[in-house]
């Protein structure tokens, strides 16, 4: 089965930066991918590492450690529009392509 | 980027009766498609996949005569809940994956609430 671990909730002040850490156990590794929650809300697509190193998006990063089954988010400058719960997820090829969330973190942006 | 839209976004009802949620591909295709439920707080578990032209697949747990899906045509996934009871009162997301699976969109979500 798939198993993924990551911090239950941070929180931090603006223009700070929060690193989620996510751990994975699984078969079938395609990818890992990050999403954001906000209450309510649908997730949003945030990023996705195939291969081990650091993506780039803006004020977000992500990077990824295949041989560690490791991976984080990197969160610069946040705003307080960043106050949101962040998900990690395994793609599994091999399963229907299907994505296992981990339990997410909640991120809480303080003045 | 792409759109998911998800009908009713929420819905309230009593308890032995069957709700339909829709979830729509509104400007691309989608040969599958995932139904998840969300409890508050808590992370999203991947309830079933649907695919169009033939059988959902349903994970572990979960009663495939409780959730009928039917993936009818290229844009559009079907999620029945029978016989809802107050203990499927969630929050019930759509997914579709766009352009391959590195991306997938979601719906903005169905609240569901049995009384």
């Known amino acids: 089965g798939q198993s993924l671990e990551q911090p239950s909730e941070v929180t931090a002040v603006e223009g700070a930066i929060v690193q989620i850490n996510c751990t994975y156990q699984?078969?079938?590794?395609?990818?890992l991918s990050w999403y954001q929650q906000h209450d309510g809300g649908a997730p949003t697509f945030l990023s996705y590492?195939?291969?081990?190193g650091l993506e780039e998006t803006g004020r977000f990063s992500s990077f990824l450690s295949r041989s560690d089954s490791y991976g984080y988010l990197l969160l610069q400058e946040l705003q307080m529009k960043d106050s949101a719960s962040y998900f990690c997820a395994v793609r599994d090829g091999a399963a229907g392509n299907k994505l296992t969330f981990g339990g997410g973190t909640r991120v809480l942006v303080k003045p | 980027g792409a759109v998911v839209s998800q009908h009713p976004s929420w819905v309230i009802c009593k308890s032995g009766t069957s709700v339909k949620i829709e979830c729509r591909s509104l400007d691309f295709q989608a040969t599958t498609m995932f139904w998840y439920r969300q409890f508050p707080k808590q992370s999203l578990m991947l309830m079933a996949t649907s695919n169009e032209g033939s059988k959902a697949t349903y994970e572990q747990g979960v009663e495939k005569d409780k959730f009928l899906i039917n993936h009818a045509s290229l844009t559009l996934s079907t999620l029945t809940v029978t016989s809802a009871h107050p203990e499927d009162s969630s929050f019930y997301i759509c997914?579709?994956?766009?352009?391959?699976?590195?991306?997938?969109?979601f719906g903005p979500g169905t609240r569901l609430t049995v009384l």
């Open positions: 997914s579709a994956p766009y352009q391959g699976y590195n991306e997938q969109f």
């Open positions: 590492n195939a291969l081990d």
């Open positions: 699984t078969s079938g590794f395609y990818g």
